[in-house]
């Protein structure tokens, strides 16, 4: 039960990611290939505040969410909207990721750097297994959002507004949503979401450079289990992923971790490609 | 002064395209004998192997339209079979390139499988994902490998037998990025590369004019990993001396970056890309730190600013030079004005009904249209025109009911597959592919007629010189039918939109199809046009084909149609000549009723034009 305790806490990590990738996905149907890294810069500034600048943990909950949102709404208006080609949203957002890994090294260095959780770090035992409150606290974050956003799309306008735009973009502009006001505001919050869990990621993963790179591959693979756009799907897409995770490792050893999640990757796109909680869509002209 | 410069400049751009690239890769064969000069040589080494890598991702990304940052795990893939290869005694290059050039189409095609089944954006998780692999499967197999700590126990090379050293190598390394630009250029310039950028401009309009997309989406990654694989082989020869580091993420980015500032969309961007990379920004040794932000910040102002990279760039500023091309001294063929025989299937549409969720879209259609005549489609907004057109060309599977072509049933096959049964359609939003000319936009038409083989494409066989030549006659013919011919080397995108609907009338004809589908082709059209485009229709189906056609106009339709059929609500409401629609009552009421004012006006602009004639 320690390790599930474990590999849910994992899972829950790469849900919240999925979960970014869907917010932008649902309003501009873009994938934002720097979801993860802001995350990764959320850990860093949960960091640079707790153990730096000895602040108390709301301010810095408050100064990572306003950072990676600026940071990421700064992304959104130079990596984003002025691409006229759709086909180069790919390679402009995949250019922020790498910015940020780059700039994440220049500031913070390339050594994982170690955040305290501020529940503590004491291992109670809890269902049959031990474990840390930073891990009960990932699972009930991920949990509490997913159920919010999922209330918050059917029963507020602003929700209702962002699936009238992933259902039929023009037919919603021609309602008189603002589109473009929304999809920024979907792409600033999904950066305020990635900046606000950074205090509960870094105490997991550590802070480091590469954080990005490798949680935007395992987000990405809780995505296509879950399929695209569906956020009750991104939750069991994550916590899959962070059993495989863990139970490569146990099975065959460190180095199999990934190529154990690759292979469920490769598994999922060859027999649903749709992912389970999407149904498949006629193609129209 | 500036107009010898156009003189000059139009002098060169006469000579075959080739000739200078070819020049340049022939020089730098013998680049040691010129430089001598230790440290450039080995620049220029790292500079064709990552020129290699480029063009494959270019293959992908700047033609098929798919993002993949697997090149440097093909890299890798090849470096270690050659490097294995080489620890136990298989020295030759010539058999390490091939072996290694096969290991890594086959990681292509591993991964590109089911990277390609999703969406555009699995295919770069799934490749990325190789590169965040690579580190551990060399570790999975560290007693070959060598690990973390490298692989050393290589040989030198050989080349037919004898030690490849110094200069012999440099040599081997400049041919075989020589030989593969050939290889690649040839595809590019092929009907292969037509088919490509059609792939990227739309999904739909490849399946339309039967190109296979996954297959061909495939096809581009997969051969796309044979520049990686032989990449790596001479890597791997390069220093003897393999290890993980070498093909990291940050490699990857550079790849990447390259890719996108020379152009992806072009041949020789990958070798300015290359060299701006390698020796540009590789030479500074404060560079490794600074590397990413760079390299990021590139990805981001080059798609931004610069999406065609600097090949477009160039391509633009030569056009301007030479300045306009005169049409009527280039074009290969004579004027004719003649249509070509077409052997027009019958089209039936038997009991078709088709609903979206609770909508029924349609409910029991039935119609045919018949050879040498013109079947007109109308009816109102939302009568389910454009749905039925959808079930005809595979794009929707019926609910129930048959469509069968000639004597082929086509209702249950894909739209590539009904494409190539005889159906050529046209677009309601004109689908024309960026990066080529009109001339080009109109072969893609004839993909599905007379098949030629990448390899006859690659190796420019008779049979391949033979088709391209039928190919652009036939585009000349039909571009000459609908009255553009003047616009043949043009950039395709640049037309209005009514040459633009012209444009894909003309790729219709040259397929010479068994059923000709227009979708609404008289909307955005002037006069003169519609003139031409009404007489143009007429010829046609006399000459024999099929042709369905699905018009707003009913002043068009009640002039060209042989046999009409209204539809309203999913239903056939009213069929027959038009003279009997026109004086349906039914029609009259629900579909003409509607817009009395709007049908009165154009049935006077229909009068006046009757009168000019």
């Not at chain 1, 899972?11 to 979960?19: E, F, K, L, M, Q």
């Not at chain 1, 990676?68 to 959104?76: G, R």
């Not at chain 2, 093909?247 to 990447?256: G, P, Q």
């Not at chain 2, 036939?474 to 012209?502: F, H, K, N």
Request: glycine share 10%; with cysteine; net charge positive.
């Amino acid at each position: 039960m320690t390790l599930v305790w474990g590999a849910l806490a994992l899972g829950a990590i790469y849900a919240i990611v999925a979960v970014g990738y869907n917010i932008v996905y649902i309003s501009s149907k873009t994938f934002n290939f720097a979801q993860a890294q802001l995350m990764m810069v959320g850990a860093f500034v949960a960091y640079s505040g707790l153990v730096s600048w000895h602040l108390p943990w709301l301010v810095v909950l408050l100064i990572a969410g306003v950072i990676v949102a600026a940071i990421a709404a700064i992304e959104e208006r130079l990596a984003v909207r002025p691409v006229r080609d759709s086909h180069n949203i790919l390679v402009t957002t995949l250019g922020a990721a790498i910015f940020l890994d780059g700039a994440a090294q220049l500031i913070w260095g390339t050594q994982p750097l170690t955040v305290p959780f501020v529940g503590g770090n004491r291992a109670t035992t809890f269902v049959g297994g031990r474990v840390y409150p930073v891990e009960l606290a990932l699972i009930v974050v991920a949990v509490l959002l997913v159920v919010g956003i999922v209330v918050f799309a059917r029963w507020t306008k602003y929700g209702r507004a962002l699936l009238a735009i992933a259902e039929d973009r023009e037919a919603a502009e021609l309602r008189g949503i603002n589109v473009r006001a929304l999809a920024f505001a979907a792409f600033a919050a999904s950066g305020l979401l990635a900046g606000m869990v950074g205090l509960f990621v870094g105490p997991v993963t550590f802070a480091v450079s590469t954080l990005g790179a490798s949680l935007a591959l395992k987000g990405f693979v809780a995505l296509a289990i879950g399929g695209f756009g569906s956020f009750p799907g991104a939750l069991v897409g994550g916590m899959v992923v962070g059993l495989v995770e863990i139970w490569s490792a146990r099975l065959f050893g460190g180095d199999y971790v990934h190529l154990g999640i690759f292979v469920l990757l490769l598994l999922v796109l060859m027999l649903r490609p749709a992912g389970l909680f999407v149904r498949a869509r006629e193609r129209q002209v | 002064m500036r107009n010898s410069l156009r003189a000059i400049a139009r002098r060169i751009d006469d000579m075959p395209m080739w000739s200078v690239p070819l020049a340049l890769g022939i020089a730098v064969i013998f680049a040691p004998h010129i430089v001598g000069n230790y440290a450039i040589e080995r620049q220029l080494q790292l500079s064709l192997i990552l020129c290699l890598l480029v063009s494959g991702l270019n293959l992908s990304l700047g033609y098929a339209g798919e993002l993949a940052l697997g090149q440097v795990a093909m890299f890798a893939a090849g470096a270690y079979t050659a490097g294995l290869l080489s620890s136990h005694g298989h020295t030759e290059i010539l058999v390490q390139l091939l072996a290694a050039a096969a290991v890594a189409v086959l990681v292509g095609i591993i991964t590109g499988v089911p990277g390609l089944r999703l969406n555009s954006w699995s295919l770069a998780m799934t490749s990325f994902f190789l590169v965040l692999l690579l580190p551990d499967v060399i570790s999975i197999f560290k007693d070959h490998t060598g690990g973390r700590n490298g692989l050393v126990t290589m040989h030198r090379a050989t080349l037919f037998g004898s030690p490849e050293r110094g200069d012999l190598y440099f040599a081997t390394i400049a041919v075989i990025t020589l030989l593969w630009f050939v290889v690649l250029r040839n595809i590019i310039t092929s009907r292969h590369g037509i088919a490509l950028r059609v792939l990227k401009q739309s999904p739909v309009l490849a399946s339309s004019v039967g190109i296979s997309v996954f297959r061909m989406k495939l096809l581009a990654y997969a051969l796309g990993a044979v520049p990686a694989g032989l990449a790596g082989a001479l890597f791997a020869n390069l220093d003897l001396f393999l290890s993980p580091e070498a093909f990291s993420f940050t490699y990857a980015t550079t790849i990447l970056a390259a890719s996108v500032v020379g152009g992806s969309a072009s041949v020789y961007g990958a070798v300015v890309g290359a060299g701006l990379l390698q020796f540009g920004l590789n030479q500074s040794s404060d560079y490794v730190q600074y590397s990413l932000v760079v390299t990021g910040a590139f990805l981001v102002i080059c798609g931004v600013l610069l999406p065609g990279g600097i090949a477009s760039l160039a391509r633009a500023a030569w056009r301007r030079i030479v300045g306009p091309v005169d049409v009527a001294a280039k074009r290969p063929v004579p004027q004719v004005d003649a249509v070509a025989r077409f052997a027009g299937k019958p089209l039936r549409v038997e009991g078709i009904s088709k609903s979206f969720g609770g909508n029924q879209a349609l409910r029991d259609v039935s119609l045919t249209a018949a050879p040498g005549r013109v079947t007109a489609l109308i009816g109102p907004n939302g009568s389910g025109k454009t749905t039925l057109l959808n079930v005809i060309c595979g794009f929707y599977r019926p609910d129930a009911g048959t469509v069968t072509l000639g004597d082929r049933r086509i209702d249950r096959i894909v739209p590539d597959r009904v494409a190539r049964a005889g159906i050529a359609r046209t677009f309601q939003t004109p689908n024309i592919p960026a990066g080529i000319t009109v001339l080009e936009a109109v072969t893609a038409g004839r993909y599905m007629t007379a098949r030629v083989s990448m390899v006859e494409a690659i190796l420019r066989l008779p049979r391949f010189r033979r088709v391209r030549r039928e190919d652009e006659a036939e585009a000349w013919r039909a571009l000459d039918l609908v009255g553009i011919a003047d616009t043949a080397y043009l950039e395709a995108t640049s037309l209005p939109l009514g040459q633009r609907r012209l444009l894909e009338v003309a790729r219709c004809l040259v397929a010479q199809p068994g059923l000709l589908l227009l979708d609404e082709v008289a909307s955005g059209l002037d006069e003169d046009e519609l003139e031409r485009l009404g007489t143009l229709i007429r010829r046609v189906a006399d000459a024999g084909a099929t042709v369905l056609l699905v018009e707003h106009n009913f002043q068009l339709v009640l002039r060209l149609a042989d046999h009409i059929v209204a539809l309203a609500q999913g239903q056939v409401m009213a069929q027959g000549t038009p003279d009997e629609i026109a004086n349906n009552p039914r029609v009259i009421s629900e579909y003409l009723g509607i817009e009395t004012a709007a049908a009165g006006e154009s049935s006077q602009a229909g009068g006046h034009r009757a009168a000019g004639r």
